[in-house]
């Protein structure tokens, strides 16, 4: 019995040896042995920076030993949870365009305007800026490429349906909404309805509301309200798009619109910067009929990310000058050779890579077109709230594109849910 | 007791695992539906409000009912065809039955993102496998992921699909429980084969009928993968294919009311307690 117990003691000693063994539990024990270098560990996702720019930034600062991981997956939820747990976070963090979220909780981030963000501001478009900015006027987010948007449109469909097909001609007809919507009709009417003027009604409503000056929210944190005249404009719209019958009701990111996009039956979409790479990989076979040009009703922005560095980070300093160095215009201009990221640093519009012309677009240098977007979009405030109330609404105009709801009985109904949302 | 330590701390892993990663998680949860929470932040009190909330919230509402329709469009048809290739699988004339109850099997463990995406191709409005097969018939095109129902459809078909095998090699196990010997004398006191069926089979396999059909509530109360993959976090065109998981995970993760989220989860618990009790009488019920 006795020799039992012991063979038993033994194999759980063992097991929890290999267990010890296996997973070391006493990490940085060779931070003393190291000659006193900085760790920075880094998080991203794939494609927002570019992996050489991160090799290249070792090598620039020797005295730093720069930790990058590509979080995979849903990188905000990781995010969230990492946060929630007040354990293993990065020093440094990239946030993409739900930086908002994050305001109420600024406290766990540096401010970088104490780390001397203040001296490169006007090296970057003040819109931009602006967003990485809490209410209270505390710097979170460092500005990394944006998202300028314009009109997507096929010129060769357009001159069939007689539009104008030069971009600059296009431009100046087809300047708001309305003359939009008219050529659309064209479009229609021309093709019998086999083409369509746009992809879907939240591409509409998302634009039109992207080019004002206002969203949901003041910057105190209240309510405009559904009956701010840019909402229920973007909203009417939306819903008159789909009256006429301009919409193919093929969403972003499915099967179905990369072929709707590759087989013709789309004409044109008001879309970012970013979309010029997602258009050429779903229509490879429309290459070179495709042009951009300054959207209807304005210039907007879509999307573009930020670089943050977490309160609990020891280095901040450190990491500050990493951020700095990765996101300098000439880095920023690097990486949109590489990766397609739109610079936020103006000072580098001016230069040939962004005037280089595509075969894509019918050999048009695409490129100005954004630019000139870039340092027009209107400097908007989101307010934290702002997903969840934009996700209601544009969830209830699917509800009238692709269900055929009453856009009357839809409207008093949004209100009320959004309402309902705000009291929570 | 303390003789037998080194035994107890053998078995020990279990009930810590157990405490760290179901106790515990279980009575936070509970602690969490009286609080407003973001994730990040500080927890405040909420009393009652999250659970008020939830009650006149017409999508929690939406999202039962969507729930319970997906049930019964994807159970009754799955537990029917289950039956059905269970009973073939049983029958003697059949060759390479290893093969087939390991084809049977094989959709359970096929990976649930891997099928909603083949679903969704065939299914999708524009150039969907079944619309290309109804407009080369001549038939008109279903907007599957448009129409309320066809999202349910596609859903349920999904979740038919997967867990039909799984369901009929349960069965097959309950049939060749039964005696031979029990059918041996039906059949000399002059018994047909359907006789032997509903007065043999099925009375000895209610208990397994019970099991599958309890498994398959809780199952089908807890779907999720599923129609986030098909049709999105939202639940596609008119929430259709808004599930009580998926608006869980919704409220909890993207809009970040955890302490909401926790609610609805403690919500679906009793909803769930409740119908498999409904159900057990149900089935139990039959023999009387």
Not at chain 1, 336 to 350: C, E
Not at chain 2, 84 to 101: D, G, N, W, Y
Request: proline fraction near 5%; hydrophobic fraction near 45%; charged fraction near 15%.
């Amino acid at each position: 019995m006795i020799r039992r117990k012991r063979t038993c003691w033994t194999a759980i000693l063992l097991v929890c040896v290999m267990l010890v063994s296996g997973c070391s539990i006493w990490p940085g024990q060779n931070d003393s042995s190291s000659n006193k270098k900085v760790t920075l560990t880094l998080w991203y996702w794939n494609r927002s920076i570019d992996d050489k720019l991160i090799a290249k930034a070792k090598e620039k600062f020797p005295n730093i030993e720069l930790t990058a991981q590509k979080i995979g997956g849903d990188f905000k939820a990781k995010l969230k949870t990492t946060l929630a747990a007040r354990s293993g976070e990065p020093d440094i963090v990239a946030l993409n365009d739900w930086i908002m979220e994050l305001f109420p909780s600024e406290d766990r981030f540096y401010n970088l305007y104490d780390l001397g963000a203040g001296d490169v501001e006007d090296q970057y478009l003040a819109w931009k800026w602006k967003q990485g900015v809490t209410p209270d006027g505390q710097m979170i987010g460092f500005p990394m490429d944006t998202g300028p948007t314009a009109l997507f449109y096929r010129a060769d469909l357009f001159k069939e349906a007689g539009l104008p097909s030069e971009p600059e001609e296009v431009a100046r007809q087809i300047n708001n909404w309305n003359a939009y919507s008219a050529a659309g009709e064209k479009i229609k009417e021309k093709f019998g309805g086999k083409v369509f003027l746009t992809d879907n009604i939240g591409t509409v409503y998302n634009q039109e509301l992207s080019q004002g000056t206002e969203r949901y929210f003041r910057p105190d944190g209240s309510f405009i309200g559904m009956d701010s005249p840019l909402v229920k404009q973007s909203w009417d719209t939306a819903v008159s798009f789909k009256q006429k019958g301009l919409l193919a009701n093929a969403d972003g990111w499915t099967p179905g619109w990369n072929a709707a996009m590759n087989n013709g039956e789309i004409a044109s979409f008001v879309g970012a910067v970013w979309m010029k790479q997602v258009l050429q990989e779903a229509a490879p076979d429309t290459s070179g009929k495709w042009r951009v040009t300054r959207a209807p009703g304005g210039d907007g922005n879509n999307g573009g990310s930020f670089l943050s560095i977490l309160k609990s980070s020891k280095h901040p300093k450190e990491a500050f000058e990493v951020i700095q160095w990765l996101q300098s215009p000439d880095n920023q201009l690097e990486q949109y050779k590489t990766l397609n990221l739109f610079p936020s640093a103006p000072g580098v519009f001016d230069t040939p890579a962004i005037k280089e012309e595509e075969p894509f677009f019918g050999g048009q240098a695409t490129g100005p077109v954004f630019a000139e977007s870039a340092q027009h979009v209107p400097e908007a405030f989101f307010g934290e709230r702002y997903p969840s109330v934009h996700n209601i609404i544009t969830r209830r105009l699917n509800d009238i594109a692709k269900q055929n709801a009453n856009p009357e009985q839809v409207w008093p109904d949004t209100v009320h849910r959004v309402e309902r949302e705000l009291q929570r | 007791m303390w003789e037998h330590r080194a035994l107890y701390v053998a078995i020990s892993p279990f009930y810590i695992l157990f405490a760290v990663f179901g106790l515990f998680p279980i009575g936070f949860s509970l602690y969490l539906a009286f609080h407003k929470w973001d994730g990040i932040g500080v927890m405040t009190y909420n009393g009652l409000n999250n659970f008020k909330y939830m009650l006149t919230d017409a999508e929690f509402w939406q999202a039962v009912g969507n729930t319970f329709m997906i049930w019964i469009y994807s159970t009754i048809p799955m537990l029917f065809f289950a039956l059905i290739i269970a009973f073939l699988l049983h029958a003697p004339f059949v060759k390479f039955r290893t093969l087939f109850r390991v084809g049977y099997f094989l959709p359970n463990v096929t990976s649930i993102v891997a099928v909603a995406i083949i679903f969704g191709a065939l299914f999708a409005n524009n150039y969907g496998f079944l619309n290309y097969l109804l407009q080369s018939v001549g038939l008109p095109v279903v907007e599957w992921l448009n129409a309320p129902w066809g999202i349910k459809v596609a859903i349920s078909s999904m979740v038919v699909w997967r867990w039909t095998g799984y369901n009929a090699v349960i069965y097959l196990a309950g049939l060749q429980s039964i005696p031979q010997t029990l059918y041996e004398a039906a059949k000399i006191d002059g018994a047909s084969g359907i006789q032997s069926f509903f007065r043999i089979t099925i009375p000895m396999l209610r208990p397994v009928i019970l099991f599958t059909v309890i498994t398959s509530t809780i199952g089908g109360m807890q779907l999720f993968t599923e129609p986030q993959i098909l049709v999105g976090n939202d639940g596609g065109a008119g929430a259709a294919g808004m599930t009580i998981v998926l608006y869980l995970y919704r409220e909890s993760f993207i809009n970040n009311y955890f302490g909401y989220g926790a609610a609805v989860g403690w919500g679906m618990f009793l909803i769930i307690a409740l119908f498999s009790i409904v159900n057990w009488k149900l089935v139990q019920g039959k023999s009387s």
